[in-house]
C-alpha cells in the first residue's frame, strides 16, 4: 500500500479512525443496497417481472433514508473533529459518493418503472434486447466502482473513467436505433419511447460511476481529475514511488 492509502487508513487517534472506516463501510454497505437495487431492476425488464420492479421500486425509500443518514454522520465529523488534509477529503468524498448512490438508485427504480409498463402492455416477451447488453455493462461498472471504494483502488478508479466512454457511445448507437425504429414503424413509438427513457437511465448511471471513481481518485491522491482527458487522469493514478 502507498503513502496516500496508508494515510487514509490510520490516524492518531483510534477512535477517529473507526468513525472514518465506519463511515466508509456505511457508504459500502449503500453502495451493495444499489448495486441489487440496479441488479433486480435490468432483470425485472429482462424478464418481464412485474413484482420485482415493484419491490425495486418500493425499496428506494430506503437509500433516500441511508443517504440522509451518512449525511448527517458526515457533518458530525466535521463539526467534531474538524479533520484536515487527507481526512477531510475522505469526508468529503463520501459525502460526495452518496449523492452518486443515491441517484443510480432512481435511475434504477426509472429502470423498474419499465418492466411495470411492460407488463401492462403485455410487450414483456420482447425483452427489450436493445438494451440490455448496455444495462450489464453499466451494472458491472458500478460493482468495480464499489470494489475499488473497498480497496481504495485508484489505478481501477481509471479504468472504470474509461468505460463511461463506452457507455455513451453504445448509448448514441441504441438511440440511433431507436430512431429508425420509430421511423419504420410508427406502432412502435410508445414502446421505443419508453427503451430510449431506460437507456438514458442507464448512460446516466454510467456518468455517476465516472464520478464516484473521480471522488476516490480526489480522496487517494488529493487530485481534482474532473474534466481531465483520460491520459491525465491515468498518470494522476499511477503509484508513486
Not at 165 to 178: A, G, L, S
Not at 208 to 230: M, P, Q, S, V, Y
Request: aromatic share 4%; charged share 30%; hydrophobic share 40%.
Amino acid at each position: 500500500m502507498d503513502t496516500d492509502r496508508k494515510n487514509l487508513t490510520h490516524h492518531i487517534s483510534k477512535r477517529f479512525n473507526r468513525e472514518l472506516e465506519d463511515l466508509r463501510n456505511r457508504v459500502l454497505r449503500m453502495g451493495g443496497m444499489v448495486e441489487t437495487q440496479l441488479t433486480d431492476a435490468l432483470n425485472a425488464v429482462g424478464n418481464g417481472d412485474e413484482q420485482l420492479g415493484r419491490e425495486v421500486i418500493e425499496h428506494d425509500y430506503q437509500l433516500n433514508a441511508m443517504e440522509v443518514e451518512i449525511d448527517e454522520e458526515c457533518v458530525l465529523i466535521l463539526a467534531r473533529r474538524q479533520p484536515a488534509a487527507s481526512d477531510l477529503r475522505l469526508v468529503f468524498a463520501m459525502m460526495k459518493t452518496i449523492t452518486d448512490l443515491e441517484r443510480i438508485g432512481d435511475e434504477a427504480k426509472k429502470i423498474a418503472r419499465l418492466a411495470l409498463s411492460l407488463a401492462e402492455t403485455k410487450w414483456a416477451e420482447r425483452r427489450y434486447t436493445e438494451i440490455g447488453t448496455l444495462g450489464w455493462y453499466t451494472s458491472g461498472m458500478v460493482h468495480q466502482v464499489l470494489d475499488a471504494l473497498a480497496r481504495l483502488d485508484p489505478e481501477l478508479a481509471v479504468e472504470i473513467c474509461k468505460k463511461e466512454q463506452i457507455v455513451d457511445r453504445e448509448y448514441e448507437v441504441i438511440m440511433r436505433q431507436i430512431i429508425t425504429y420509430m421511423m419504420e414503424d410508427p406502432r412502435t413509438i410508445s414502446r421505443s419511447l419508453e427503451a430510449a427513457w431506460a437507456a438514458r437511465a442507464l448512460e446516466r448511471i454510467g456518468d455517476h460511476a465516472r464520478n464516484i471513481a473521480e471522488n476516490l481518485i480526489f480522496l487517494i491522491k488529493g487530485k481534482d481529475i474532473r474534466h481531465t482527458e483520460l491520459n491525465s487522469v491515468s498518470n494522476s493514478a499511477q503509484p508513486q514511488q
